[in-house]
């Protein structure tokens, strides 16, 4: 019997983030990258991990809402295959800081970055 060979898939999951009394407050997204048999395996898979990721913040005293995070769906999932060489994750836009002119050039070549960790 031949074992199956797993495919790499990259998930976006999107959770809600809802305030009692209010309802939406604001969203969460998340990349997950994970291996599996099929597609539907890992649908399957991309909901098991949004689903254990759920949870409810109870404020201990005072006139805090309640917050609940829950999965609000699987915003894509794409298959990688099965030894992909790298995998990009996106992270949104990020709204600047600094005013940088239409002719400012960038020499990301120059200096190498720390560790992350």
Same mark, same amino acid.
């Given at each position: 019997?031949?074992?199956?060979?797993?495919?790499?898939?990259?998930?976006?999951?999107?959770?809600?983030?809802?305030?009692?009394?209010?309802?939406?407050?604001?969203?969460?997204?998340?990349?997950?990258?994970?291996?599996?048999?099929?597609?539907? !395996?890992?649908?399957?898979?991309?909901?098991?991990?949004?689903?254990?990721?759920?949870? /409810?913040?109870?404020?201990?005293?005072?006139?805090?809402?309640?917050?609940?995070?829950?999965?609000?769906?699987? /915003?894509?999932?794409?298959?990688?295959?099965? !030894?992909?060489?790298?995998?990009?994750?996106?992270?949104?836009?990020?709204?600047?800081?600094?005013?940088?002119?239409?002719?400012?050039?960038?020499?990301?070549?120059?200096?190498?970055?720390?560790?992350?960790?």
């Amino acid at each position: 019997m031949s074992e199956k060979r797993k495919q790499w898939f990259q998930a976006r999951l999107r959770w809600a983030v809802m305030e009692e009394g209010r309802g939406l407050d604001h969203w969460r997204e998340a990349e997950h990258i994970f291996q599996s048999e099929s597609r539907e !395996a890992a649908f399957h898979e991309a909901l098991r991990i949004g689903h254990s990721q759920e949870y /409810v913040a109870v404020p201990d005293r005072g006139s805090a809402a309640r917050l609940e995070h829950r999965l609000a769906e699987v /915003v894509y999932l794409e298959d990688k295959g099965p !030894a992909p060489a790298t995998f990009e994750v996106s992270l949104g836009m990020i709204t600047p800081t600094e005013s940088l002119g239409f002719e400012h050039e960038f020499n990301p070549d120059e200096r190498m970055p720390e560790p992350a960790f």
